[in-house]
């Protein structure tokens, strides 16, 4: 099996995050910290942007220093490592407040290396 191509990568955040959206929506903080699907899967995708991060060349991540391309990274270690003391107040804070505003630029990035 062939390598995929880095943007593929990029596609693989943009799915996760609309796939976050999707799990919160028309959830409130309060509704989301006690819901054990919700934080599971959300705690899923972020893994999945974690590995997806990883796999992109360091040429990459060094054209679009924009992006915090090792706390994306990070987050996934936390929540495949330890994911027993996962703070949910704060993966809420994190989702909702830092890593969907990503989406934007992710998205200019995306476009950017499509044509």
């Known amino acids: ?3 995929r191509p880095w943007y ?6 943009l799915d ?3 796939n976050i959206r999707t799990f919160i929506d028309g959830l409130t ?3 989301f910290v006690s819901d054990k699907k919700s934080i599971r899967a ?3 995708e972020i ?5 997806a991060v990883r796999h992109l060349p360091a040429e990459v991540k060094e054209r679009y220093t924009t992006v915090p391309w090792p706390r994306l990274q990070a987050m ?10 996962i703070d949910v107040d704060l993966l809420w804070h994190t989702v909702v ?8 630029t992710l998205r200019a990035i995306r476009d950017a290396e499509d044509g």
């Open 42 to 44: 959300v705690a899923y």
């Open 76 to 85: 996934r270690n936390v929540v495949i490592h330890e994911y027993f003391r």
């Open 29 to 31: 903080e309060d509704t």
């Open 97 to 104: 407040e830092n890593l969907l505003p990503l989406e934007e």
């Open 8 to 13: 593929v990568r990029i596609d693989d955040i």
């Open 47 to 51: 893994a999945v942007i974690g590995e």
């Open 1 to 3: 099996m062939s390598p």
């Open 16 to 18: 996760a995050m609309t």
